[in-house]
Antibody, heavy 118, light 111 residues
Framework: EVQLVQSGGGLVVPGGSLRLSCEGSGVSLTTFNMNWVRQAPGKGLEWVSYIDRSGGRGIVLYADSVRGRFTISRDNGKNSLYLQMNSLRTEDTAVYYCVRENRGFDPWGQGTLVTVSS | QSALTQPPSVSGAPGQTVTISCTGS?????????VHWYQQLPGTAPKVVLYHSDIRPPGVPDRFSGSKSGTSASLAITGLQADDEADYYC???????????FGGGTKVTVL
């Protein structure tokens, strides 16, 4: 089955850090650009970050709301994508999805909930 | 305020047609960037129903169609069915924001 398997969410206090992971299962990530998208409770979709297929020295982009606090990276050898989230704020509380760029955004990971609360 | 504007909700009776608009600007749709559409059922991840404006992935019924012109795009669902009830989002890229943008989402209700 083609899927993106996410891990790493949870509860964290404001100012804390979390690292999200996303691994391709039955699907290659290595030759595709990748993104993180989040959805706050009861709200719409918000794009978070992008990394091109080359990883290391390639293009990375961030939404204004997370720039300087979040870092996207990938390990093509492990067919995996990561999001390091630092200086977390209550407004970062959301379900985070990893998603491959292929004919739009497809497929999507199952989502992982990040809750920032004291 | 989203860079892409969608109506918050649309509704229709079974069998009818509903259309969801997605209005952008010269920095996204008007700049020639593709628009993609997603369906999100409650408690699930979004799923692409149209990509590159009007192409349906395998498994998406031909009741779903799309178009794009200038700074606007639209998604039409004909022969509305109960399982079409979901949230729908348009998506594109924006030069000014240097990133992907989503519309605010439209809730489709089948009466």
């Amino acid at each position: 089955e083609v899927q993106l398997v996410q891990s790493g969410g949870g509860l964290v206090v404001p100012g804390g850090s979390l690292r999200l992971s996303c691994e391709g299962s039955g699907v290659s990530l290595t030759t595709f650009n990748m993104n993180w998208v989040r959805q706050a409770p009861g709200k719409g979709l918000e794009w978070v970050s992008y990394i091109d297929r080359s990883g290391g020295r390639g293009i990375v982009l961030y939404a204004d709301s997370v720039r300087g606090r979040f870092t996207i990276s990938r390990d093509n050898g492990k067919n995996s994508l990561y999001l390091q989230m630092n200086s977390l704020r209550t407004e970062d509380t959301a379900v985070y999805y990893c998603v491959r760029e292929n004919r739009g955004f497809d497929p999507w990971g199952q989502g992982t909930l990040v809750t920032v609360s004291s | 305020q989203s860079a892409l504007t969608q109506p918050p909700s649309v509704s229709g009776a079974p069998g009818q047609t509903v259309t969801i608009s997605c209005t952008g600007s010269s920095s996204n749709l008007g700049a020639g960037y593709d628009v993609h559409w997603y369906q999100q059922l409650p408690g699930t991840a979004p799923k692409v129903v149209l990509y590159h404006s009007d192409i349906r992935p395998p498994g998406v019924p031909d009741r779903f169609s799309g178009s794009k012109s200038g700074t606007s795009a639209s998604l039409a669902i004909t022969g509305l069915q109960a399982d079409d009830e979901a949230d729908y989002y348009c998506q594109s890229f924006d030069d000014s924001l240097s990133g992907t943008v989503f519309g605010g989402g439209t809730k489709v209700t089948v009466l």
